[in-house]
C-alpha cells in the first residue's frame, strides 16, 4: 500500500515512544528531533508493546525485560531478545508523519500483525 499518515508530527514528544496502528500493523513511533523512526510494536522477546518503554541512547527499552531495540537497525542490544523487530520506512508530508509497513526497511520478516 505504500506510505500511510500514521500521526501529525506535532502530536509527537522528543524521545516519547508512541503506538499508531498503519494498515493493522501495530507500529512504535519515535520523534526524535525532525527524524521519526518506526519498528514493529511487538517486542520479539515476548510480543510486548515497544511503546510502553523508555528511549534510552537511540534505542528504545522493552518495559517487561529491559531488551534495547536499537531505532535504525531494530536490533537488540541487550538480552533477553535476541532477534530484531522489523523497522519501517518514515518520511513527513506537510507535517503529516507517514509510515511505509509493507517492506521491513532491516530485513526482519514482515509483520504478522
Ligand atoms: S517482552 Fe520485551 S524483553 Fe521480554
Given at each position: 500500500m505504500g506510505f500511510v499518515a500514521a500521526a501529525a508530527l506535532d502530536a509527537l514528544t522528543d524521545a516519547t515512544p508512541v503506538q499508531v496502528e498503519v494498515d493493522d500493523v501495530p507500529v512504535c513511533l519515535v520523534r526524535t528531533g525532525d527524524d521519526v523512526f518506526a519498528l514493529?510494536?511487538?517486542?520479539?522477546?515476548?510480543?510486548?508493546?515497544?511503546?510502553d518503554g523508555l528511549v534510552i541512547d537511540g534505542g528504545v527499552e522493552c518495559s517487561l525485560h529491559g531488551s534495547t531495540f536499537d531505532l535504525?537497525?531494530?536490533?537488540?542490544?541487550?538480552?533477553?531478545?535476541?532477534r530484531p523487530v522489523p523497522t519501517f520506512a518514515t518520511r513527513v508530508t506537510d507535517g503529516t508523519v507517514e509510515v511505509d509497513v509493507t517492506v521491513a526497511t532491516n530485513g526482519a520478516p514482515t509483520p504478522d500483525h
Open positions: 514493529h510494536d511487538v517486542c520479539s522477546h515476548q510480543r510486548w508493546s515497544l511503546a535504525t537497525t531494530g536490533a537488540p542490544s541487550s538480552l533477553p531478545a535476541t
